[in-house]
């Protein structure tokens, strides 16, 4: 996820969540009903449907546009080839589009030598209902992801530690645990109709790595049960787990790239210089981890009629409803290159973002021909002289880059200059923007 990485390389190459902090957030232990078996199941040999795990992780998928967003707007930046591209103009059809119900496989393996401290019920709840929720607010309503655990542990065949567990995982050891883990859950587990498939771990066996959870997806995919997986979760999370861990890979499986900054090895630089706290797939320990309004663009959480884009010379006012909120603008998106973009949001300290340090407008560049991990959007800091709470942000620096009203941002070639005119009783928040004349102030920098 780190990096780029040719598509046709065929190896164990997953997606990796952000760095982990030195306290984690519990959460509340919660009943969750498990349905019924769908079927009796035959017996029968694994080996076949799993022999292509010797040579299938790979970084993408062979790949082709599902269908063609509106034509004509000026604003929809074209999908690249860059992992997890943040172009809108098309769905790419490998990734499953989450809008309306979901249904969510969650299964539970233990080693040889140790015995859980934990019922998979408790593990379960440490990821859910929190993941369900903290979606359920981003999409307002719009998809609903439910899950069904398993009722038991299941044994693999190898202790953890054979497996060699880690962040920077080998390939090979990787694809050995994804073939034990299918083998060991087939006979009893039915995979049938499941979108997303979570394969967890016993927090407490030795060898298992928290660094390790992440998605991994399958050049091409395994058929288990009639159903085609091409991604799979794997999950290696302590007890109680890094808060949002889960709700950030997932957003992985929706085709939503990383947002962070992964610093050489043995570099102190900063994970987050990219978007702070400002956005779920940037940091799952965010103040404001909602995500960006664009992301909700390209997932279809908000429609076409909710962007306005700017595309010519003048001067526009918008009223901008809140990101956290249904209903109203949700984005103005001002074309900036072939592959690029300003875009413009209002942020508000509710809903999943009810711990943000500041309110205000948010101006962000994107960037569609920029891998995940890379950059492909990076958050304007409307205080570049300033920043706000040191002790709880990921990155104080942009803790405070939101617009508030009478403030302005001029991008630096003076083309467009973004002013925040009002922030008005129904919460909306009016923008004034120039557009297609210098504004002389070359520094890029809010006045």
């Given at each position: 996820?780190?990096?780029?990485?040719?598509?046709?390389?065929?190896?164990?190459?997953?997606?990796?969540?952000?760095?982990?902090?030195?306290?984690?957030?519990?959460?509340?232990?919660?009943?969750?009903?498990?349905?019924?078996?769908?079927?009796?199941?035959?017996?029968?040999?694994?080996?076949?449907?799993?022999?292509?795990?010797?040579?299938?992780?790979?970084?993408?998928?062979?790949?082709?546009?599902?269908?063609?967003?509106?034509?004509?707007?000026?604003?929809?930046?074209?999908?690249?080839?860059?992992?997890?591209?943040?172009?809108?103009?098309?769905?790419?059809?490998?990734?499953?589009?989450?809008?309306?119900?979901?249904?969510?496989?969650?299964?539970?393996?233990?080693?040889?030598?140790?015995?859980?401290?934990?019922?998979?019920?408790?593990?379960?709840?440490?990821?859910?209902?929190?993941?369900?929720?903290?979606?359920?607010?981003?999409?307002?309503?719009?998809?609903?992801?439910?899950?069904?655990?398993?009722?038991?542990?299941?044994?693999?065949?190898?202790?953890?530690?054979?497996?060699?567990?880690?962040?920077?995982?080998?390939?090979?050891?990787?694809?050995?645990?994804?073939?034990?883990?299918?083998?060991?859950?087939?006979?009893?587990?039915d995979f049938h109709g499941y979108d997303v498939?979570?394969?967890?771990?016993?927090?407490?066996?030795?060898?298992?790595?928290?660094?390790?959870?992440?998605?991994v997806n399958l050049s091409t995919p395994i058929?288990?049960?009639?159903?085609?997986?091409?991604?799979?979760?794997?999950?290696?999370?302590?007890?109680?787990?890094?808060?949002?861990?889960?709700?950030?890979?997932?957003?992985?499986?929706?085709?939503?790239?990383?947002?962070?900054?992964?610093?050489?090895?043995?570099?102190?630089?900063?994970?987050?210089?990219?978007?702070?706290?400002?956005?779920?797939?940037?940091?799952?320990?965010?103040?404001?981890?909602?995500?960006?309004?664009?992301?909700?663009?390209?997932?279809?959480?908000?429609?076409?009629?909710?962007?306005?884009?700017?595309?010519?010379?003048?001067?526009?006012?918008?009223?901008?409803?809140?990101?956290?909120?249904?209903?109203?603008?949700?984005?103005?998106?001002?074309?900036?290159?072939?592959?690029?973009?300003?875009?413009?949001?209002?942020?508000?300290?509710?809903?999943?973002?009810?711990?943000?340090?500041?309110?205000?407008?948010?101006?962000?560049?994107?960037?569609?021909?920029?891998?995940?991990?890379?950059?492909?959007?990076?958050?304007?800091?409307?205080?570049?002289?300033?920043?706000?709470?040191?002790?709880?942000?990921?990155?104080?620096?942009?803790?405070?880059?939101?617009?508030?009203?009478?403030?302005?941002?001029?991008?630096?070639?003076?083309?467009?200059?973004?002013?925040?005119?009002?922030?008005?009783?129904?919460?909306?928040?009016?923008?004034?923007?120039?557009?297609?004349?210098?504004?002389?102030?070359?520094?890029?920098?809010?006045?």
């Amino acid at each position: 996820m780190w990096g780029r990485c040719p598509e046709r390389v065929h190896e164990s190459s997953p997606e990796v969540h952000v760095r982990r902090s030195a306290s984690s957030s519990g959460s509340s232990v919660v009943s969750i009903g498990v349905p019924p078996r769908a079927r009796r199941r035959v017996l029968r040999s694994a080996a076949a449907a799993l022999s292509v795990f010797s040579a299938v992780v790979a970084w993408t998928l062979t790949t082709g546009p599902a269908a063609s967003a509106a034509v004509g707007s000026a604003c929809l930046l074209p999908r690249t080839g860059a992992h997890h591209s943040e172009g809108v103009d098309t769905w790419e059809s490998g990734y499953a589009r989450p809008t309306g119900h979901m249904k969510a496989l969650m299964v539970f393996l233990d080693f040889p030598g140790t015995a859980p401290d934990l019922t998979t019920q408790q593990v379960a709840a440490d990821h859910f209902p929190a993941t369900t929720r903290f979606f359920d607010r981003a999409s307002y309503g719009r998809f609903d992801l439910g899950v069904h655990p398993v009722t038991r542990w299941l044994r693999m065949p190898r202790p953890a530690t054979d497996y060699a567990i880690s962040r920077d995982w080998n390939a090979a050891d990787r694809t050995a645990y994804l073939r034990d883990a299918i083998a060991a859950a087939d006979p009893v587990v039915d995979f049938h109709g499941y979108d997303v498939v979570y394969l967890v771990a016993d927090p407490d066996a030795p060898g298992v790595d928290s660094d390790a959870t992440k998605v991994v997806n399958l050049s091409t995919p395994i058929t288990v049960d009639g159903t085609p997986l091409r991604r799979l979760v794997t999950v290696f999370e302590r007890h109680p787990p890094d808060r949002n861990v889960l709700a950030h890979e997932t957003g992985h499986v929706f085709d939503l790239p990383d947002l962070y900054y992964r610093p050489p090895a043995g570099s102190n630089a900063d994970w987050d210089t990219h978007v702070g706290d400002w956005d779920l797939m940037g940091s799952q320990f965010g103040l404001a981890p909602d995500l960006f309004a664009w992301h909700k663009w390209k997932l279809g959480w908000i429609t076409s009629d909710q962007v306005g884009c700017v595309t010519r010379a003048g001067t526009t006012y918008r009223d901008l409803s809140p990101d956290e909120t249904p209903g109203g603008t949700k984005l103005i998106v001002v074309r900036t290159g072939p592959d690029t973009a300003l875009a413009i949001e209002a942020r508000t300290a509710t809903g999943n973002d009810h711990a943000a340090c500041r309110q205000g407008v948010l101006l962000y560049k994107v960037r569609s021909d920029v891998e995940s991990g890379d950059g492909p959007i990076a958050v304007i800091d409307g205080h570049p002289h300033t920043s706000a709470c040191r002790a709880t942000s990921v990155y104080p620096p942009l803790a405070d880059a939101p617009l508030g009203v009478g403030e302005s941002y001029a991008v630096p070639d003076g083309s467009t200059r973004v002013t925040v005119t009002a922030h008005n009783s129904d919460g909306t928040w009016t923008v004034k923007i120039v557009e297609g004349s210098p504004v002389g102030d070359d520094t890029g920098h809010r006045s």
